[in-house]
């Protein structure tokens, strides 16, 4: 048998992550919840979106990260406006 989280496990955490790492860590765990179908459908809808707005989280943290390497690589010390 799956162990099958408890509602409170299930619920996606609320508001913006606090960095990266906690990101990734949240939506690892949303997409093996979805995956292994422990989710009801109202909670698979806000895990969804939850989900995206993770993902948009990390792909926006990678491209600060990528923007201030290219920086880097020609040379260039720049303040890193990224948060």
């Known amino acids: 048998m799956a162990n099958a989280a ?15 790492e906690q ?6 765990a949303l ?3 979805m995956e292994n ?3 009801p459908l109202d909670d ?3 895990s969804y979106r939850r989900g995206a707005l993770l993902l948009q989280f ?4 990678l491209q600060d990260v990528e923007q201030q390497v290219k920086l880097l690589e020609r040379g260039e010390l720049e303040p890193w406006s990224g948060k």
């Open 6 to 20: 408890t509602p409170s496990e299930q619920t996606p955490t609320l508001g913006p992550p606090a960095n990266y």
């Open 23 to 28: 990101a990734l860590a949240e939506l690892e």
């Open 31 to 33: 997409v093996s919840a």
């Open 37 to 39: 179908a422990q989710l």
């Open 44 to 46: 698979l809808l806000r």
């Open 58 to 61: 990390c792909r926006s943290r």
